[in-house]
């Protein structure tokens, strides 16, 4: 079952490191061998993906790697517009696919971003 309301507020063109810690029943969930996938979309478009090696990687947490760990770069919201945006990740492990994590993430205008 995926962790529902994990919000988060970032600014445009900045580099930001998100974690999203998953567990099982309570406890650490490891995640050793799993395939990561996040995205970021306004509406039905997608505007960001980051997966396994690119942008998205595993760490350890709580337990073994328990934590899907999400890089966002500069470049990657310099240009967008300042708003509330839709975000899930999603993990496969074993051939098993599971939403781990859905939210809104919050862009806030930057002054200083160029």
Request: proline content about 2%; glycine content about 10%.
């Amino acid at each position: 079952m995926a962790s529902e309301k994990q919000n988060f507020t970032f600014y445009q063109g900045e580099d930001e490191q998100i974690d999203f810690y998953i567990t099982d029943d309570g406890s650490p969930k490891n995640l050793t061998g799993a395939t990561l996938e996040w995205g970021m979309w306004s509406d039905v478009t997608r505007l960001l993906t980051k997966v396994t090696g690119n942008g998205a990687a595993l760490a350890s947490g709580d337990g073994t790697n328990d934590v899907v760990r999400v890089t966002i770069v500069k470049a990657d919201t310099i240009a967008m517009p300042a708003g509330v945006y839709y975000h899930e990740c999603r993990v496969v492990l074993n051939g098993n696919e599971q939403v781990v994590s859905v939210g809104k993430a919050l862009l806030r205008e930057s002054k200083t971003k160029d």
